[in-house]
C-alpha cells in the first residue's frame, strides 16, 4: 500500500511565554482534525514538544496535498482562536500568512512529508525539536546515514552499505528551493563542508542509493525568510524511516548522544547543547535549551501502533545531564563570542538597531591623535 506521512508543526501560543501548550488548546486542535480529517485521514496523532504542537497524519493523497494542508492550517486556527480566549502567550505566532493558499509550506508552520510504499514491517520515527532551526538535524543525518563509525549497517548490510543521497538546501536563497543532490560516500566531504555551516545549508531529505526509496525528510522553513523579520526560531521536525534497507532505529537515535550545539535558546539568538526529552516536555531554563523528542511508530495499512517513547530511556537521562552541562557552560559567556549567534542570523534583532545607530559616531584617525582626559 502506497501512504503518506505527513507531520506539520507550529506554536499557536503557550502557558506562561515559551512553555508549553494548554490541554485545552490540544484538545481544540485535536478535536478539529479528527470532524474535518474524516473521509480522507486514515489515522493521526497530536503532541507537543516544547510550546510547539504538531500533527502527524497518514493518508493516501500525496505529498503537498491541499485537502490535508487545509486541514491542518484550519485546526492551528482554531488552537490559535483558543490561545486567544485563555490569554496564552503567542497566540498563533507560526502563522505569518492571512488566507490558506493550497498548501502551508511558506505559510509559518513546518512540513515534512515522507510517500512510500510500505514494507511488511514498517518503522518510522517522528523528530520534534524547540528553540532550534532545521540545520539541527545536519549532524545526526550525516552520522547516521554517512558515518560507519556511528552506523554500523553501512559495513554490515549490503543494502545500506550501497550508501545514501542526501538532497541539502541553500535556505538563504528566498527566490526558490535551491536544492543540491550529493551521494555518500564518494561526495562524503563535500557533504561535510555543506552541513557544517547549519544557518545556511540544510539537509532536506535523503534517499536509499540502492533502492531510490525516500528516508528522511526534514521541514527547511526559515521563518525570517517567510516574516522578513525575526519571529521565532523554526523548530523543525523529521520523519525517518528505519531498518531494513536504512540504518536501524539504534543508529538513527545514536548521534543524538551527543548534545550537539546548535543554534536557538533564548530569544533564539545563542547557542545551545541540543537535549533529547520524552514525550510531550516543556521548555525550562533560560527559553530553552533546545529540545528534540523522539517518537517511534510501526504504520500497517496507513494506521498507527501506539508511539514508543525512545528518549525516555533511563540512559538517557545521563545523556540529558552531561547536555544540561555543556548548555550552562557555553552560557555562562552570555552575549559574547560563540554563546551568542554570528551577526547574520541576528540581522532582525535589536542589536542591529543599536549598532546602526553608532554607526554615524565611528571616526577615521589620522596620524597620532592624542587621547584627551
Not at 31 to 51: M, N, Q, R, S
Not at 132 to 150: R, S
Not at 159 to 177: A, N, P, Q
Not at 212 to 236: C, F, M, Q
Amino acid at each position: 500500500m502506497k501512504v503518506t506521512l505527513s507531520v506539520i508543526k507550529a506554536d499557536i501560543g503557550s502557558i506562561g511565554g515559551h512553555i508549553r501548550p494548554s490541554a485545552k488548546l490540544l484538545e481544540t486542535v485535536r478535536a478539529t482534525v479528527a470532524e474535518e480529517g474524516k473521509g480522507f485521514l486514515i489515522d493521526f496523532h497530536i503532541g507537543f514538544t516544547g510550546d510547539d504542537v504538531a500533527i502527524l497524519m497518514s493518508h493516501v493523497e500525496g505529498a503537498g496535498n491541499g485537502k490535508v494542508h487545509r486541514l491542518a492550517w484550519d485546526a492551528f486556527l482554531a488552537g490559535t482562536a483558543t490561545a486567544k480566549a485563555q490569554g496564552l502567550y503567542g497566540a498563533g505566532q507560526d502563522l505569518l500568512k492571512d488566507a490558506f493558499s493550497g498548501n502551508v509550506k511558506g505559510m509559518g508552520p513546518a512540513v515534512a512529508e515522507l510517500e512510500f510504499e510500505e514494507r511488511p514491517n514498517e518503522p518510522f520515527l517522528l523528530f520534534a525539536a524547540d528553540k532550534t532551526d532545521p540545520g539541527a538535524y545536519n549532524l545526526p543525518c550525516y552520522l547516521g546515514f554517512a558515518d560507519p563509525m556511528v552506523s554500523s549497517g553501512l559495513i554490515l548490510s549490503p543494502k545500506v552499505g550501497k550508501g545514501f543521497t542526501f538532497r541539502i538546501m541553500d535556505v538563504s536563497h528566498t527566490e526558490g528551493d535551491r536544492v543540491i543532490d550529493l551521494s555518500a560516500p564518494e561526495d562524503l566531504y563535500d557533504i561535510a563542508a555543506l552541513l557544517r555551516d547549519q544557518e545556511r545549508f540544510v539537509v532536506e531529505s535523503i534517499r536509499s542509493r540502492a533502492t531510490g526509496e525516500v528516508a528522511v525528510a526534514v521541514s527547511t522553513t526559515r521563518l525570517h525568510n517567510i516574516a522578513g523579520k525575526y519571529t521565532g526560531k523554526d523548530d523543525p521536525v523529521m520523519l525517518v524511516r528505519t531498518q531494513g534497507n536504512f540504518p536501524a532505529t539504534g543508529e538513527v537515535l545514536a548521534p543524538f548522544t551527543i548534545g550537539h550545539f546548535v543554534a536557538g535558546f533564548m530569544r533564539g539568538s545563542h547557542h545551545g547543547a541540543l537535549m533529547p526529552v520524552p514525550r510531550n516536555t516543556g521548555t525550562s531554563f533560560f527559553d530553552g535549551p533546545p529540545i528534540v523528542s523522539c517518537l517511534a511508530f510501526s504504520v500497517k495499512e496507513g494506521r498507527f501502533s501506539e508511539p514508543a517513547d525512545t528518549f525516555a530511556h533511563p540512559y538517557w537521562d545521563y545523556v540529558r545531564t552531561k547536555t544540561a552541562a555543556k548548555s550552562e557552560d557555553l552560557r555562562r559567556q552570555g552575549f559574547f563570542g560563540p554563546a551568542m549567534l554570528p551577526y547574520s542570523e541576528l540581522e532582525y534583532g535589536g542589536i542591529v538597531e543599536r549598532l546602526q545607530a553608532m554607526e554615524p559616531k565611528f571616526r577615521l584617525v589620522k596620524g597620532k591623535e592624542a587621547v584627551k582626559a
